[in-house]
């Protein structure tokens, strides 16, 4: 009762508080958060530990939250749409499943992560919901990504992950937890397979875009819901390479 009661508070406050997300996305051209980011396709393989079947195919976007040219102190996330078909483009189907990971586990976090956070190198971090999702029968569970580690490529953090990808060597482990629990269960496998050459200003990354084996739980999901609406809107509906305009 007090989660769905949390989920009212934030649907209702979604809202006033996307103004402010779309007044920034007008003024930043672009997303708010997570501006620029690596697009990539990939492979899905659902273990037996998990309670039920994931999508077979992948699109996996990496991004910085604040600065679009700068390797600065910064959060990181990594956003998934995994899908029964392959991914070819940024419009989703039906029953796609989107998942948004971020470089810290608590809302409360938020603010401190960016000195906590291995901004150099976008492997070299664990992945949040942040916010709990339910299960067909009503469970609350935790989700979250930890990357294969190893040696890495040299450059800057989109360098290292490129020459990784490339090279065949990353996989993303999606962990689940029940709600309030300590247990970390693996439950699939990402496999990232190569690059993607879609127009990521028009991607549009939504938590209520759904298969319907589980769904956004809890307050911070429902407050999403108003301000991924807003800020999507105010934002460009394509790149300016996809318009023939020279970019900044």
Known sequence: MLTRFSELIGFLLGYPVGLFFALG???RHARFFHPRGLLFCGEVETLPESPFPLPTHAMIRFSSAWWKHFEWPDVLGVSIRMSDRRVRSVVPYRNDQDLLFASFGHPWEMFLAPFFTEYKDFLANSYYAVSPFRSRNGELFD?????????????DRSEKLFGEVMSG??????LMKEKNKNAWT???????????HLDQEALRFHPFQSSGEFRPAG?????RFGTYHLSQWARPAE???ARGVVSE
């Open 186 to 196: 693996m439950v699939g496998k990402i496999r990232l397979l190569d690059e993607l």
């Open 25 to 27: 996305s007008l003024f």
């Open 239 to 241: 790149s300016p390479e």
């Open 219 to 223: 307050f911070l999901h429902y407050l």
């Open 169 to 174: 060597k990353v996989v993303l482990r999606l």
């Open 143 to 155: 989700l979250m990504l930890e990357p294969s580690k190893g040696t890495r490529s040299q450059g």
